[in-house]
């Protein structure tokens, strides 16, 4: 008798919280750009000051798609993204980590953004030895926001500064952020870029070191995993794989 009565609350509570709102945001694989090429009618990379050299290829950086801060899961729609290939459950702040307002997210990823840029910049001069006051480089992404495109923005300043090509022709994907020296550090949602990467035609994808264990947790057939861990290391990487000569590391 008493296991019985101490079971109905303890059903009524396992009830109400599978329906109490959960600190957690559903992710997808969202969109992917080419940073050799054009986004909403401008082209991603345009730089002044400098010879620009004709680029064959794409250089694809890649995105995921959360459930905004307002939208509130419940065990089952976490339940589900545990089981699902195709989707992730991320923690709330990790996709989110400043801001509760849609308006206030916009704004925390637009400057990321904007800073994610100007340290491509830099760091693509450096590594090409360039005065960053004789050239003028212009980069334009709309409705993308966060640090995470840094490497691929720098890859493309390199690829359209430099004679031949990076890609060898090919479609290349990839993440990272990237630091004024070079440095690539690592980003979130990794594994869902990876389908992102390959469902828009990627056969390599450029992965942060240290996220490889991540990349490989969901890869998608026929895509290659490239660790790098700076600028001069992706550069290295592509430059090895269009000639078809030297090793390219793997994770």
Not at 56 to 66: F, K, N, P, S, V
Request: proline share 7%.
């Amino acid at each position: 008798m008493t296991l019985a009565l101490a079971a109905v609350p303890v059903a009524g509570l396992l009830a109400a919280a599978a329906f109490a709102p959960l600190p957690f945001s559903l992710a997808q694989p969202g969109m992917t750009a080419d940073v050799l090429g054009e986004h909403s009618g401008d082209p991603v990379i345009s730089v002044s000051g400098a010879e620009q050299h004709p680029t064959r290829g794409e250089l694809r950086m890649t995105t995921i798609a959360a459930t905004g801060p307002e939208v509130s899961l419940r065990v089952a729609d976490i339940a589900s993204g545990w089981f699902a290939t195709d989707e992730a459950v991320m923690p709330r702040d990790a996709v989110y980590p400043v801001g509760d307002s849609k308006k206030e997210i916009r704004e925390y990823n637009a400057e990321q953004m904007r800073e994610s840029q100007n340290t491509a910049v830099t760091a693509a001069l450096r590594h090409l030895g360039r005065d960053p006051d004789g050239v003028d480089v212009e980069l334009r992404l709309t409705d993308v926001g966060g640090p995470s495109a840094g490497l691929f923005f720098a890859l493309g300043i390199v690829d359209k500064l430099t004679p031949g090509d990076l890609t060898g022709g090919e479609v290349i994907a990839g993440t990272g952020t990237i630091e004024p020296d070079g440095t690539v550090g690592p980003v979130g949602g990794v594994a869902l870029k990876t389908q992102a990467a390959k469902r828009d035609g990627a056969t390599v994808f450029l992965v942060p070191e240290a996220e490889c264990g991540d990349a490989e947790s969901e890869l998608p057939e026929g895509l290659r995993l490239v660790p790098v861990t700076e600028l001069s290391d992706a550069v290295a990487s592509l430059e090895a794989l269009a000639s078809g000569d030297g090793d390219v590391p793997g994770c």
